[in-house]
């Protein structure tokens, strides 16, 4: 008999506010929101996805703690670590050829849980 393993990994949508034209006068558009997850069973993981961009060439991600991302329309997540707890501030820039676009997210990246709390949640123990 097969045995099925289910793995919640809880993930908590953080969602991000687009802020308007960037301060060089670059013709730039505002971008749409975008999402980082955290995840509570690993402590200080997140992931981070872009808004959906046919116009995209590629987007840099700043996490606020001194990381820096590139990724391009093929892979446009990213996946990131913080050591410490606190509130980071996330910036995308969307590269769209001739203009950008800039939009920033504050995450709160709570204390990491104790062990046994990782393995219940890994398990999907508890919501």
């Not at 034209?21 to 929101?33: E, K, L, M, R, T």
């Not at 997850?37 to 996490?63: H, K, Y």
């Amino acid at each position: 008999m097969p045995i099925i393993v289910r793995l919640c990994f809880c993930l908590l949508a953080v969602p991000a506010l687009a802020i308007a034209d960037s301060p060089q006068g670059d013709n730039s558009v505002s971008a749409d929101h975008f999402d980082c997850l955290i995840n509570p069973a690993v402590s200080g993981l997140v992931s981070c996805l872009p808004p959906e961009d046919p116009t995209a060439q590629g987007f840099r991600w700043e996490m606020g703690d001194g990381a820096v991302y590139t990724s391009d329309g093929a892979e446009p997540y990213i996946y990131h670590t913080y050591a410490e707890p606190g509130e980071y501030t996330v910036t995308l820039t969307i590269n769209r050829g001739g203009s950008s676009a800039h939009a920033q997210s504050v995450l709160s990246i709570p204390q990491a849980t104790d062990d046994e709390t990782s393995r219940q949640l890994a398990r999907g123990h508890l919501r």
